[in-house]
T-cell receptor, first 117, second 116 residues
Framework: KAGVTQTPRYLIKTRGQQVTLSCSPI?????VSWYQQTPGQGLQFLFE???????NKGNFPGRFSGRQFSNSRSEMNVSTLELGDSALYLC????????????????FGPGTRLLVL | ELKVEQNPLFLSMQEGKNYTIYCNYS?????LYWYRQDPGKSLESLFV?????AVKQEGRLMASLDTKARLSTLHITAAVHDLSATYFC????????????????FGTGTLLAVQP
């Protein structure tokens, strides 16, 4: 089956602008998580959505936001871009469980590489 | 604060040799994942370890989990050049309500370079 897809793959923006990134999970997966990867900070969790609700949030400023649609597709938005927001943004999808049922791993998309000038 | 530490950060090894990457974490968890990342690429899932004593093997890689010691290892047997990549471990901290959080905390990564 098709994997996680992310669009766009590459993006160049200037400081102060805003950006919206899109993620389509694997068919049937209802949980979507977002991560930021930079050389200095490594891989950091941004937030997770399940059934259109944000379930978990990482330690990022309010400029970072997201949402999930009824078809499980997700978007993340970064407003008032800063140079430090330049990073690879990865989306991951998985089957979320409520009770302690064996959980499938998170499957990552190819990422969106954002460069802020 | 949950910390996930990997060592070594960089590993240069010759083909045919064996080595182990270590992943220590600082909180209670029984869910640990190993991923591989090639340069400029995304993360590829290698192993999911879901209980104490879990051991999984795929080809030349074997991963294990000791939840009491809060330690996971990724053992490489008879390395080949194709294994050159960055390897990450990631922990899903146990939430108070049970289940999984899907909030993975990643280690710093181990850059593996296998020399012919």
């Amino acid at each position: 089956k098709a994997g996680v897809t992310q669009t766009p793959r590459y993006l160049i923006k200037t400081r102060g602008q805003q950006v919206t990134l899109s993620c389509s999970p694997i068919s049937g997966h209802r949980s979507v998580s977002w991560y930021q990867q930079t050389p200095g900070q490594g891989l950091q969790f941004l937030f997770e959505y399940f059934s259109e609700t944000q379930r978990n949030k990482g330690n990022f400023p309010g400029r970072f936001s997201g949402r999930q649609f009824s078809n499980s597709r997700s978007e993340m938005n970064v407003s008032t871009l800063e140079l430090g927001d330049s990073a690879l943004y990865l989306c991951a999808s998985s089957l979320r469980v409520v009770d302690r049922i064996i959980q499938e791993t998170q499957y990552f998309g190819p990422g969106t590489r954002l460069l802020v000038l | 604060e949950l910390k996930v530490e990997q060592n070594p950060l960089f590993l240069s090894m010759q083909e045919g040799k064996n080595y182990t990457i270590y992943c220590n974490y600082s909180t209670t968890s029984d869910r640990l994942y190993w991923y591989r990342q090639d340069p400029g690429k995304s993360l590829e899932s290698l192993f999911v370890l879901l209980s104490n004593g879990a051991v999984k093997q795929e080809g030349r890689l074997m991963a294990s989990l000791d939840t009491k010691a809060r330690l996971s290892t990724l053992h490489i047997t008879a390395a080949v050049h194709d294994l050159s990549a960055t390897y990450f471990c990631a922990v899903d901290p146990l939430p108070t309500y049970g289940g999984a959080t899907n909030k993975l905390i990643f280690g710093t990564g181990t850059l593996l370079a296998v020399q012919p």
